[in-house]
């Protein structure tokens, strides 16, 4: 037997998710949410008092997919196999999350969010490190700007090939920006 | 003298851009615009109709100057010779526009007025095809969705450099992205 609250917070996770998708986080207000539904306002504020609590727990998944990527990346031994790990990583976590992760990212909304939030803002700072490790100065920073927002982008695309080919081709131009190809001796 | 109405729809123009930057287009409403401005939403009405009839506004020299560099790069010799026109000019133009172009991107709001507008949503599709066409298929479509909405994202950093040096960084990482570096015959 499932609870029924944990239902419909669930419920309201994945309308917030379609209407997000749909009409961006700030064109979606929770009167759309609760229109949606066909529950009432005050049955969201049961679980959400407003939007962005609804964006924060959409955001939580990712962030602890991303935190642990992170992790993964730092392990690695020097710059470049770290940006290698983080990269391939970030494509892969973009490739399962295609239809959400374009919408998300460059929203004025969820760059709120992320700057309100300390720890959140120190994964994503900690990933755009990593991918502009094995560059110096502005040219690394350039390059991750790059890869994230281009990869966050792509991954969007009406492409005809499947996912595998997708993610290959994902790698294979960030790894070109962020100047790893061929050039594994430092 | 100046005319009274071209100015208040100059102002008009300026506000929104101003208030799309900090607040994205879908979270900008035309009482916001008429708050900051301090005139009526009639005054408002008299000029713009709607808020996208004001997006509008705020896109069209940037389509027009996309039209122009679309016709500059189409006109060069070779699929890499036009890729890489259409990466240089549109470096130049986010660059130039850089506390704006990385709002619109992106943004759900501009993204159905771009497809709306037939014409400018073939100006669109012209560059993408002008920076795919480096590579074959669905790799040199990666590279392009990369390359625009990267760059579009990068001229947003908050960097030391000056606009020349981010300029330079954006063509450089721009040309490893679609496969121009070192590649000169193909």
Redesign the interface.
Known sequence: MSDPASTTRERLIDVATDLFR??????TSLQMISDELGITKSAIYYHFRTRDELLEAVLEPLITKLQELVDEASAQRGARAQADAMLRGFAALAVANRTLI??L?????VGQVLRSRQAWAAVVARQMELLAGAQPG??G???A??????????VG?D???TDE??LE??I???R??L?L?GQRVR
Chains 1, 2 share one sequence.
């Open positions: 749909s009409h961006s986080v700030a064109g374009p919408v990212t460059g929203d004025a909304a502005m040219a920073q350039v390059g700007a790059i890869v994230m927002s281009g990869i966050s982008s792509a695309l492409y005809a090939g080919q997708m081709h994902l294979s131009a960030g070109r920006t100047g190809r």
